[in-house]
C-alpha cells in the first residue's frame, strides 16, 4: 500500500482529497504542528509520496527542509498549485518537486501522478539494492585480486588458481 503524506493548509478542508485517497487505497497521513513536528512525522512515517499544496506557509522553506531530511528515503514531492502561483514562481522553486498537478484537481491525473511516482520510487529502491551488492561483490573481488597478488609468487600456481577459483564462486553466489 503506497503512504502518502498530505502536507496541505490548514484553513481549508481536505476531506474530499482525503476520502478519494483512503478509497483507492491509499494510506493516508495529514501533516500536524509546526515544521520540526512534520519533518518528524515524515521521518517516522516514512511516505512514498508528499502532496504539498501553494498555500502552506513558507512551502519554499517546507519542501527544501523535507528534500534534504528525506534523501535517504527516496520520497516524492508532488506540488499542487494553480497556474497563477506557477507563473509567479522562479524555475529554481519549481524544480524542488518531483510533479507538480494543477489545482483545480483533477483526481484521474493525481492517481496517475501518484501511481507513477510509486513504480520511480520502487525502481529507485530495486537499483540501490542492486548496486549495493555489486558493490560488495566488487570489493570482495578487489580483496581477493589483491590477495592472490600476494601470493602469486610463493604459492604453486596450480593451488593460486583453486584459491581464485573458490573465492570467485563464493563471491558471485551473492551469500
Not at 4 to 27: C, G, M, P, T, V
Not at 66 to 81: D, E, M, P, R, Y
Not at 159 to 175: Q, R, V
Amino acid at each position: 500500500m503506497t503512504k502518502i503524506y498530505l502536507l496541505l493548509d490548514q484553513a481549508q478542508n481536505h476531506s474530499e482529497i482525503i476520502n478519494f485517497l483512503e478509497n483507492n487505497k491509499f494510506e493516508i497521513m495529514e501533516s500536524i504542528g509546526q515544521i520540526d513536528d512534520i519533518l518528524t512525522q515524515i521521518h517516522h512515517f516514512s511516505p512514498d509520496v508528499i502532496l504539498i499544496n501553494d498555500k502552506v506557509e513558507n512551502c519554499e522553506f517546507v519542501i527544501r527542509q523535507i528534500k534534504s531530511t528525506a534523501k535517504n528515503q527516496n520520497t516524492q514531492i508532488i506540488f499542487l498549485s494553480d497556474d497563477n502561483f506557477r507563473k509567479n514562481c522562479s524555475v529554481e522553486f519549481l524544480n524542488l518537486a518531483d510533479a507538480h498537478v494543477a489545482l483545480p484537481l483533477n483526481y484521474d491525473i493525481l492517481i496517475s501522478t501518484i501511481n507513477s511516482h510509486t513504480k520511480i520510487k520502487k525502481s529507485l529502491d530495486r537499483l540501490y539494492e542492486n548496486n549495493k551488492e555489486l558493490s560488495k561483490s566488487l570489493y570482495q573481488l578487489n580483496v581477493l585480486y589483491n590477495t592472490s597478488s600476494q601470493f602469486a609468487g610463493t604459492l604453486n600456481t596450480n593451488k593460486l588458481y583453486d584459491i581464485m577459483i573458490e573465492a570467485m564462486e563464493k563471491t558471485l553466489s551473492f551469500d
